[in-house]
């Protein structure tokens, strides 16, 4: 999709970090947008703020662990607009801890909210697309999907998960020449991601009570705090749209990792060290 411009686009987790900036950007490209999210009112300030700037943008409160409500994107996107041209799966948790610590509480959340969300919106969302003519899907993975750092086990398994997922769907789509699929996969943006735990729905609280943190350690703050400004992270991604670039890697430190996982794979069969370490 070369030009943007006139398109329907739908982005889950919009009201913040990678999502909000997605969004600004789209309707920077003049696409009309349907943004999803689980909090309202954060949600409600994205779609206010591109009101106030002239663009076209509606929200829905969704929870993307939920194929009803994800059906439910779709009909509120198909009854607004009559069409759907780009999907940007991109809403995410992450849920901190040693695999021997991880409950299954920590991880069906994580599954739930990261990874079927995403298998809920390719079915769901790929047939309107097709009915389209031409679109794009952009899955948010991590380089967390391309290698694995200790203390985020759940998280990572998800997001190995999704480069799959994106990939198959990009070989399934080869006799459509005008519908795409990219994964993108960044390093540290900042966000809200550390806090994660603020969306835990209460049924999936650990011991009946809400973790304080998440990865708060040292490196996850000092991270953060250096981290990419999302709206970079936008631009990126829109570029990749237009120039039909499956693997959107932000940072180039991910690159070198991947470099080397795969040099030490096929010379000697061990494992290269991994970027971060969540558990120091
Ligand atoms: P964020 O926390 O700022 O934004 C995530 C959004 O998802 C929030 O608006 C949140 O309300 C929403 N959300 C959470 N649970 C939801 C649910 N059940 N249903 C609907 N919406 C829900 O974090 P960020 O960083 O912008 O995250 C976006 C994506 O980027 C995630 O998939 C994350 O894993 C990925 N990512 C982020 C990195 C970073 O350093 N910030 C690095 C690599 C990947």
């Known amino acids: 999709m ?27 490209e003049g696409m009309s947008l349907v943004l999803a999210d689980i909090e309202e009112a954060a949600l409600q300030e994205v779609v206010s703020g591109i009101d106030a700037s002239g663009g076209d943008a509606i929200g829905v409160v969704t929870d993307v662990s939920s194929k009803q409500a994800i059906e439910n994107l779709a009909t509120e996107t198909m009854d607004t607009f009559g069409a759907v041209h780009v999907l940007h799966n991109n809403a995410g948790v992450v849920a901190a801890g040693l695999l021997e610590d991880l409950t299954t ?23 309107l697309i097709k009915e389209a003519g031409e679109g794009h899907i952009v ?22 998960g999704i480069i799959a997922l994106t990939e198959t769907l990009s070989n399934e789509l080869k006799s459509f020449p005008d519908i795409n699929a990219s994964v993108l996969c960044p390093g540290p943006v900042q966000s809200r991601i550390i806090e994660s735990e603020r969306n835990r729905p209460e049924k999936l609280w ?12 040292e490196q996850s703050s000092d991270l953060l705090a250096g981290a990419m400004d999302p709206a970079h992270v936008a631009g990126q991604v829109v570029q990749s749209i237009k120039e039909n670039r499956f693997w959107i890697i932000t940072h180039d430190d991910t690159k070198e990792v991947v470099r080397q996982r795969t040099e030490a794979l096929l010379k000697d069969g061990s494992l290269s060290a991994s970027l971060y370490d969540f558990t120091e």
Request: proline share 2%.
């Open 2 to 28: 070369q030009n943007l411009e006139g398109r329907v686009g739908v982005v889950t987790g919009a009201a913040s970090g990678i999502g909000r900036s997605m969004a600004e950007k789209f309707s920077q």
């Open 105 to 127: 509480n920590d991880w069906e959340w994580t599954i739930g909210v990261n990874l079927w969300s995403m298998i809920y919106g390719i079915q769901t969302f790929l047939p």
């Open 139 to 160: 899955n948010t993975s991590s380089s967390e999907g391309l290698q694995a750092s200790a203390g985020t086990g759940a998280y990572n398994v998800t997001k190995f």
């Open 206 to 217: 650990n011991d009946g009570v809400p973790a304080a943190g998440l990865v708060d350690n």
